[in-house]
């Protein structure tokens, strides 16, 4: 069936510890967000990629990095200077047409203790 | 820069209709859309609309759009307790950007 994936659905991480989190599609699109939501902050942007081997910062950029090496596949590494990383994480993907949907997938919950 | 705003929570009746209100910056957003979350998910798109466009329905939700004021609203007619959700309003430019959501409470 096609989708796109993020795993682990909960993830747990010391403080001070990197952490990577997963996001697949096999939709063959060309776009691919990451978005942090916070309660009552709905959706912001962390890093998006509208094509393979190229990524723009979103809104809240810093603290996070992101790799695009192959169409399928956008992990978000969470580093230890991102100050507050403790948030529900969603990753997007969508085709690059006027208008196209965009699907999402189910969401990492990360927690920092 | 663009953005888009929502009031942060609707509570209504069952069987009442729901209005849920979005504003937006971005004057050469093509298609404006909305979404809807469940509790612990991903989101799912429910309806979007063109530009040029005033008015679209689809079944029991009708969406208006005013470009003048850049407000764009969701009606859903009927509203039941499955309704209950968060509702997402996104304009697209390269970003894709969302409102802070909505959060409908339907009370039987």
């Known amino acids: 069936d096609g989708g796109i994936t993020q795993s682990p659905k909960y993830l747990f991480r010391k403080e001070g510890q990197n952490v990577t989190l997963s996001c697949e599609q096999n939709l063959n699109h060309d776009a691919m967000y990451w978005y942090r939501q916070d309660p009552g902050q709905g959706l912001r942007l962390i890093y998006y990629s509208q094509i393979v081997n190229d990524f723009q910062k979103g809104d809240i950029a810093e603290g996070y990095s992101v790799s695009r090496e192959k169409k399928e596949s956008f992990p978000l590494t969470v580093t230890s200077a991102q100050k507050n990383p403790t948030a529900f994480y969603l990753c997007?993907?969508?085709?690059?047409?006027?208008?196209?949907?965009?699907?999402f997938g189910q969401g990492t919950r990360l927690t920092v203790v | 820069g663009e953005d888009v705003e929502q009031s942060l929570f609707l509570s209504v009746r069952e069987g009442d209709s729901s209005v849920i209100n979005c504003t937006y910056t971005d004057s050469s957003s093509t298609y404006l859309y909305w979404y809807k979350q469940e509790p612990g998910a991903g989101l799912q798109l429910l309806t979007y609309i063109f530009s040029n466009m005033d008015m679209k329905q689809d079944q029991r939700l009708t969406v208006l759009l005013n470009k003048k004021d850049k407000h764009l609203s969701l009606r859903i007619a009927d509203t039941q307790t499955g309704d209950s959700a968060i509702y997402f309003c996104?304009?697209?430019?390269?970003?894709?950007?969302f409102g802070q959501g909505t959060e409908l409470s339907v009370k039987p």
């Open positions: 997007a993907s969508r085709h690059r047409g006027e208008n196209t949907e965009a699907f």
């Open positions: 996104a304009e697209k430019g390269g970003k894709l950007i």
